[in-house]
């Protein structure tokens, strides 16, 4: 059965399983995460919707960072599902570790590694590259909200390109976040040729769960990098979460597409493309590249990189898949 | 049986037989012969239902067996030196959450400057973590105390790290008695986890603890590793009830009834000790040795009563504390203090430096101990060094 809201006109496969009245709700409400929070919404569907895709076969570890430290605090525990923390950049060897186990007892437990953008892109770099190459059972899940939120919003090798952040702040020389520098994770685990690379977006729920939902039942090492943006980060609204995490998807900065055995094999078009600095004028972050004496260079920066992201995956037009 | 193996082999060997579900290290010098030692078992399918999992690097190593025996079974890893200090965030993430763990330390020095050889300064770098730390004598202890880390390890819920003094012992060919696969299924039995990930009663493990508890959490482990005292002991004699050897325990007495002088150590370096004081002793002489086999937890109270009767106690350790000195002579001073014994400190063996018998002998005979802290050290060097100083003011007398 599904629920009253617009779920209901839609027919009963294409339910969000976020729409469904009995969700799993893997990562229960009174935790502790900022109002508004990306990261918290969708570590939320992405569980659930593992969760749904397994039976509720699932155990988790999570990398130090927001969503660890807003979950779990001794003695409370938002988790509904099988949950550990070790340490900030280990999250990908200790899946291994998980998913051997489970391989030597016989038992079908989908294992599941996440982590926000510096436990990923930085300090997990090493391990989660292991664990791509060994081509190990684990579905690896990085939140990225583009910066160390958890110790207070400094730069990572995600952050994009002239954005404030703690340790990125713009001033008179400096126009933010360093312009050439950056890494992009989903393509380097491409190039590892695993089974399963996905990106995703809390704007796109339906599109999110089901790539997780695909992702979980590969064996194999799988990647889902989630776009998440973050109110205190980023410096927006709390209601307006989706709103920049669609803008996003709209002008081309965030891509959202699939990859198997190291080739993209599908993206989701943009109806309508939208100019970059839509999606820069709603964050307090991109403030900076608006006012009287920015250098209108930089919003062109930013604007390449959707551009080539466009070409790239083939979403402008409105035509699905590459 | 009695085989003539190589110490990393019999370590591989032994573990094997304790039955491990994952095995999981990266090389390093000189721990590497025992990882590849239980490749080729779990290959050549001499060790089954064991998943061997080659890494890229120690954190990973560690990590992997933080994963495994918290999805509930039996995780072994190895590493040295430099490794162990690559792992150290998980080192004590392992301790933290009380995962049985079993982990060889292929004891050597660490850099810079660069050096593969022996001596202890990569276990004493991890003394604080809360692991158990056993040392090994010779191969056959090492065998030995692999068997008996699982058990205590399992029994305490913490994980163990057993010291192999690297070279001395894991390249060296010796006899060793390896027990049958039933012999140790009958002392080891099967690992029941205390804790695992399990969709059907999920809990959170590895959570933030807050101010409010985190000293109790700390007090609590100091006081399992205290209660932990107990079971090494405990086990060790199981052990020996079992194969007849007394290798476990938590120290290891050497002529102590009669001896005015006792010089206490860790690992190989008793074997060359006790030889040397036999040969004193004949002539008259009152020397006596003790090894700490459980370096952690501490025997405190077992060295007091082990030491009763001596008058000197002489701590030759292969590690030190740049700054303040020998870190095993802290110790022994604190559980001497309160009595008349005088402890020396002599450190010894750094860097793979040979301690022979002549070197112990003039030691011994040596009429001021402090002036001989480092043993068989090249003074002219030493006094050229400290001339070339500041301003050549050095005054290097009295430590060298
Ligand atoms: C080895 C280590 N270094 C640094 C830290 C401090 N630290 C904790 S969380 C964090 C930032 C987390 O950032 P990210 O992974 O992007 O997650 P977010 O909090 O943004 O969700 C840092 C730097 C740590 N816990 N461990
Ligand atoms: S700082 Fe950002 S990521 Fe962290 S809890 Fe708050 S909104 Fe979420
Ligand atoms: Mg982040």
């Given at each position: 059965m599904s629920n009253s809201t617009i779920g209901s006109r839609l027919s009963k496969k294409k339910n969000s399983v976020q729409s469904?009245?009995?969700?799993?709700?893997?990562?229960?409400?009174?935790?502790?995460?900022?109002?508004?929070c990306g990261e918290a919404l969708a570590a939320r569907c992405a569980i659930d919707a593992a969760y749904h895709a397994t039976k509720g076969n699932i155990a988790i570890v999570n990398a130090t960072g927001c969503l660890e430290v807003f979950s779990c605090v001794f003695p409370e525990n938002a988790w509904n599902v099988p949950w550990m923390h070790s340490l900030f950049g280990n999250a990908p060897a200790v899946a291994t570790g998980m998913a051997a186990a489970m391989r030597a007892q016989g038992k079908n437990v989908r294992i599941i590694a996440q982590g926000g953008d510096g436990g990923t892109t930085d300090i997990g770099m090493g391990t989660l590259s292991g664990m791509f190459e060994r081509n190990d059972d684990v579905l690896y899940i990085c939140y990225d909200n583009?910066?160390?939120?958890?110790?207070?919003?400094q730069r990572s090798s995600a952050t994009p390109i002239l954005a404030r952040t703690a340790t990125t702040l713009p001033n008179a020389v400096y126009a933010g976040n360093e312009v050439g520098t950056g890494k992009n994770v989903p393509e380097i685990a491409i190039a590892h040729r695993i089974p399963y690379v996905a990106t995703a977006s809390i704007a796109n729920i339906k599109d999110l769960e089901e790539k997780v939902a695909k992702a979980i039942n590969i064996r194999g090492a799988k990647y889902v990098h989630i776009h998440v943006p973050c109110p205190l980060g980023w410096?927006?609204?709390?209601?307006e979460t989706i709103k920049v995490a669609r803008a996003a998807v709209e002008c081309g900065m965030f891509p959202l597409f699939e990859a198997e055995h190291g080739k993209v094999v599908g993206s989701t078009p943009i109806e309508n493309v939208k100019p970059v600095e839509e999606y820069l004028r709603l964050q307090r972050r991109f403030a900076h590249l608006f006012s009287?004496?920015?250098?209108?260079?930089a919003v062109e920066e930013l604007q390449k990189i959707a551009s080539a992201n466009i070409e790239k995956y083939k979403l402008s037009g409105g035509i699905a898949n590459v | 049986m009695l085989f003539q193996l190589e110490g990393s082999q019999a370590v591989a060997r032994a573990v094997a037989l304790c039955r491990p579900k994952t095995v999981c290290a990266y090389p390093i010098t000189p721990q590497t012969h025992i990882v590849e030692g239980l490749g080729e078992l779990v290959r050549s399918g001499k060790l089954t239902d064991c998943e061997y999992i080659n890494v890229e690097s120690e954190m990973a190593a560690l990590s992997v067996a933080i994963g495994s025996e918290t999805a509930g079974v039996r995780s072994y890893t190895a590493t040295s030196s430099q490794g162990l200090l690559y792992m150290m965030e998980a080192v004590y993430n392992a301790s933290g959450m009380e995962l049985p763990i079993v982990m060889t330390l292929g004891n050597r020095a660490i850099g810079a400057p660069i050096n593969i050889w022996n001596d202890h300064t990569d276990a004493m770098s991890v003394r604080d973590a809360g692991w158990i730390m056993l040392f090994a004598e010779t191969n056959q202890e090492a065998v030995d105390l692999h068997i008996q880390a699982f058990k205590i390890a399992e029994k305490v819920k913490c994980p163990v790290m057993v010291c192999v003094d690297g070279f001395?012992?894991?390249?060296a060919y010796e006899r060793v008695d390896l027990p049958t696969q039933e012999e140790v299924d009958d002392f080891l039995p099967p690992y029941d986890p205390h804790i695992s990930l399990d969709p059907k009663n999920p809990k959170a493990i590895g959570t933030m603890v807050p101010p409010g508890y985190f000293m109790e959490v700390r007090c609590l482990a100091h006081k399992k590793q205290i209660d932990a005292l107990n079971v090494v002991e405990c086990v060790g004699n199981k052990f020996k009830e079992k194969?007849?050897?007394?290798?476990?325990?938590l120290v290891r007495e050497y002529n102590?009834?009669?001896?005015?002088t006792v010089i206490v150590t860790m690992g190989s370096v008793a074997g060359t000790i006790k030889d040397t004081i036999d040969e004193l002793n004949q002539k008259g002489g009152k020397y006596g040795v003790l090894s700490i086999v459980?370096?952690?937890?501490?025997?405190a109270e077992a060295i007091r009563k082990a030491l009763k009767k001596a008058k000197k106690v002489i701590v030759l350790e292969k590690a030190f504390a740049v700054g303040i000195g020998g870190i095993l002579f802290q110790e022994i001073s604190l559980a001497l203090k309160n009595t008349k014994t005088e402890v020396k400190s002599v450190v010894a063996g750094?860097?793979?430096r040979a301690i022979t018998s002549d070197m112990i002998k003039e030691y011994l005979n040596h009429k001021n101990h402090d002036d001989m802290v480092?043993?068989?050290?090249n003074k002219e060097v030493i006094e050229r060094e400290c001339r070339l100083l500041d301003k050549g003011s050095c005054d290097c007398k009295s430590s060298f």
């Open positions: 469904h009245y009995d969700r799993p709700n893997t990562l229960s409400s009174g935790h502790r995460a900022c109002q508004g583009q910066a160390y939120m958890n110790t207070g919003v410096g927006y609204p709390t209601s009287k004496n920015a250098n209108p260079q | 001395i012992l894991t390249h194969f007849g050897r007394d290798s476990g325990g102590l009834e009669k001896a005015e459980s370096y952690r937890p501490f025997p750094l860097g793979g480092f043993l068989g050290l």
